[in-house]
């Protein structure tokens, strides 16, 4: 019997749990699974497209629950989808879509599972916040933690019953990744030098993936490269902190801010290595994607980033917070195009062996039977 999933995300931006859901999407569709997507709020210009029939549900209208800060218009929009659809299951893609969910389906419905990405920030771990959390992850039929540190997280902090924890690793699809363009054209359309070395930061411009931190570590590496390119690919409420931060530190010359880009394969192919300075991490795509392309990563060993990055392996890291041990990790492989290399070659064969969705899909299809009964 073929099974009915449908997914709902926040948005149709190129951020970590969006660009997943798109993944997992081809992948399953591959599978025969039938899917649709919800869209919790639309974007004015949205740059991810779904390979299934997308809505939106819209934004508009107050909380229905007090202390839930979820819309009115888009619960009643996915309540209605859901009746008219009637899916097997619902697979809802980071804590914004889960609120919707589980209201949606609160009088009965079909399960919701709930893909668990990042670690709550410290304000969400006590008090209301943390009950309320909690309740909603309980609601779910199982919660998908993207690392075992987070699937720890959900039952310790959370309270939700182990046996009802799954962990899957993050997964990306290789094929994705394939660029479009050269290396020195890429280059030229973001005025670098062919010469210089690039690092890439890939991420929102929020507070917990902390752009001036990783602003402050390549002005430091800037110290040791005088000719090094830094790219900032991503957007969120700290741009302008991040355009001041630039102009004050007079890098504007060898910063380069993107915004959101769909040609992120391209941008890639362009770099040397990935910087990752955030403060919390679950399991992170772009560092999975920097790897399946042969680019070593530089980051902080915060919560999961040590399960997939390989201390001189596939990578180096540096103490959480530490932004001079950083700038050298990132310094190095600047320099030593012996180790950048080698360090690459591992992270391609190592990251397309254990984190190809094509071959983590039929896990969550696995999953979908097990909660459904089909």
């Given at each position: 019997m073929t099974i009915r999933a449908l997914h709902v995300v926040a948005a149709d931006q190129l951020r970590g749990a969006e660009v997943f859901a798109s993944d997992l999407v081809c992948a399953l569709g591959r599978d025969g699974v039938d899917q649709r997507v919800a869209l919790v709020r639309g974007a004015p210009k949205p740059v991810l497209r779904f390979a299934a029939p997308t809505s939106a549900l819209g934004r508009e209208g107050a909380s229905l629950v007090p202390g839930i800060r979820a819309s009115r218009t888009a619960v009643r929009s996915l309540k209605r989808l859901i009746e008219e659809w009637r899916p097997d299951v619902v697979q809802v893609h980071g804590?914004?879509?889960?609120?919707?969910?589980?209201?949606?389906?609160?009088?009965?419905g079909p399960p919701v599972i709930y893909r668990r990405i990042g670690f709550a920030p410290s304000a969400a771990t006590r008090g209301p916040r943390r009950s309320m959390h909690g309740w909603l992850m309980r609601r779910a039929a199982r919660v998908v933690a993207v690392a075992d540190a987070l699937g720890r997280d959900t039952e310790e902090t959370f309270?939700?019953?182990?046996?009802?924890?799954?962990?899957?690793?993050?997964?990306?699809?290789?094929?994705?990744?394939?660029?479009?363009?050269?290396?020195?054209?890429?280059?030229?359309?973001?005025?670098?030098?062919?010469?210089?070395?690039?690092?890439?930061?890939?991420?929102?411009?929020?507070?917990?993936?902390?752009?001036l931190a990783h602003l402050e570590v390549f002005r430091r590496v800037l110290e040791r490269h005088h000719d090094a390119r830094h790219l900032i690919v991503g957007e969120g409420p700290l741009r302008s902190q991040v355009e001041s931060a630039i102009e004050r530190w007079g890098v504007s010359g060898r910063v380069v801010l993107t915004g959101p880009r769909a040609d992120v394969p391209d941008l890639l192919g362009a770099c040397d290595a990935v910087l990752l300075a955030s403060r919390s991490e679950g399991l992170p795509g772009c560092v999975i994607e920097g790897g399946m392309v042969g680019l070593p990563v530089a980051a902080y060993a915060v919560a999961s980033v040590p399960e997939v990055v390989e201390q001189d392996e596939t990578g180096l890291l540096a103490a959480p917070g530490d932004i001079d041990g950083l700038a050298r990790a990132v310094a190095l492989l600047l320099a030593e195009e012996t180790v950048r290399l080698r360090m690459g070659r591992a992270a391609r064969d190592r990251y397309r062996a254990r984190y190809d969705i094509r071959s983590l899909a039929p896990r969550y299809l696995e999953l979908y039977r097990e909660v459904a009964s089909v």
């Open positions: 804590g914004e879509p889960l609120k919707h969910a589980v209201l949606a389906v609160r009088n009965g309270r939700v019953p182990r046996e009802r924890i799954v962990v899957i690793p993050n997964g990306v699809d290789p094929a994705r990744l394939e660029p479009t363009r050269s290396r020195l054209d890429m280059r030229r359309s973001l005025g670098i030098p062919p010469g210089s070395r690039v690092v890439i930061s890939l991420g929102a411009l929020t507070p917990e993936k902390d752009p």
